[in-house]
């Protein structure tokens, strides 16, 4: 990622293409896995944010084939995380490039405290994330 993205905060995980792939009800976000092909593959992620939500929530298929989902806030100062290239890792999209563990365990960079990792549920096709 560039100097100036990083200086911006400027992400690389994009919201889903399909809006309409996930909605949030009763402080769960579901997920239809079926109009989400973002998250199809391993390395896959997409940022969820409105419809309600009262966090921006991260929702990656890791490189460990299981599904993880984040509050998307670093904790050192707020920037929205993404999947780190072929690693099992997460790293910040600021310039001090906060990484951390699947877990939201500090490996490096600025942030001294984890990341606020959500409980994900897989079942029929759909995710199911609870965000409070
Ligand atoms: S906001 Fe993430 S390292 Fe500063």
């Given at each position: 990622?560039?100097?100036?993205?990083?200086?911006?905060?400027?992400?690389?995980?994009?919201?889903?293409?399909?809006?309409?792939?996930?909605?949030?009800?009763?402080?769960?976000?579901?997920?239809?896995?079926?109009?989400?092909?973002?998250?199809?593959?391993?390395?896959?992620?997409?940022?969820?944010?409105?419809?309600?939500?009262?966090?921006?929530?991260?929702?990656?298929?890791?490189?460990?084939?299981?599904?993880?989902?984040?509050?998307?806030?670093?904790?050192?100062?707020?920037?929205?995380?993404?999947?780190?290239?072929?690693?099992?890792?997460?790293?910040?999209?600021?310039?001090?490039?906060?990484?951390?563990?699947?877990?939201?365990?500090?490996?490096s960079?600025?942030?001294?405290?984890?990341?606020?990792?959500?409980?994900?549920?897989?079942?029929?096709g759909?995710?199911?994330?609870?965000?409070?």
């Amino acid at each position: 990622m560039g100097f100036f993205k990083r200086l911006f905060g400027i992400c690389q995980t994009a919201s889903p293409a399909d809006d309409g792939c996930w909605n949030f009800e009763n402080g769960k976000i579901e997920i239809q896995l079926d109009r989400a092909p973002e998250i199809k593959n391993q390395g896959g992620a997409i940022r969820l944010e409105g419809n309600g939500s009262p966090e921006r929530v991260l929702v990656i298929h890791g490189r460990d084939g299981q599904f993880h989902a984040y509050k998307n806030r670093c904790t050192h100062a707020g920037r929205r995380i993404d999947p780190f290239e072929e690693n099992e890792s997460l790293r910040c999209c600021s310039i001090s490039k906060s990484t951390f563990d699947y877990d939201g365990s500090v490996i490096s960079g600025s942030a001294k405290k984890p990341l606020t990792p959500f409980k994900v549920e897989q079942d029929a096709g759909k995710l199911t994330v609870s965000v409070v």
